[in-house]
């Protein structure tokens, strides 16, 4: 296989979740992952958030429990695409606990936010980052 080949094998009940896999791989539209606790780090920026939806708080936020067990308030413009229980926030950093909402990947109502959160220490560790994560 080449050097810049890329293998991807996702069961059919998943396949949904490839275009958001493959957006995070181009440098032009590159989004970290994080968690509550790297929020503040990513301010101004654009990330990515694996989250459990815990209520809607009017008709624009939303209180999310993020994978490492912090809570955020995710905010938007326009109706909601947030339509299951588990979702992958794409959005810019406001402030340490806030999102506006710019997409959002629904990943159901069986999802492990802690295997999640594992991938997001990984993603920051620099042992891991550059060989695994880091944009091509």
Not at 43 to 51: A, L
Not at 73 to 79: D, Y
Request: hydrophobic share 40%; charged share 20%.
């Amino acid at each position: 296989m080449p050097n810049n080949a890329c293998l991807i094998n996702l069961p059919k009940d998943h396949a949904h979740l490839l275009p958001s896999i493959l957006s995070t791989m181009s440098t032009e539209h590159h989004s970290m992952r994080v968690n509550s606790a790297k929020l503040p780090e990513w301010t101004g920026k654009t990330v990515r958030v694996y989250c459990k939806c815990l209520k809607f708080d009017g008709d624009n936020t939303a209180i999310m429990e993020t994978s490492d067990g912090g809570t955020i308030r995710v905010t938007w413009a326009g109706a909601s695409e947030i339509t299951d229980t588990f979702v992958e926030v794409i959005g810019t950093v406001l402030d340490e606990q806030t999102v506006k909402l710019m997409a959002c990947v629904n990943l159901g109502a069986d999802f492990d936010l802690n295997l999640a959160n594992d991938m997001v220490e990984m993603m920051h560790d620099a042992r891991f980052y550059e060989k695994l994560f880091a944009p091509v």
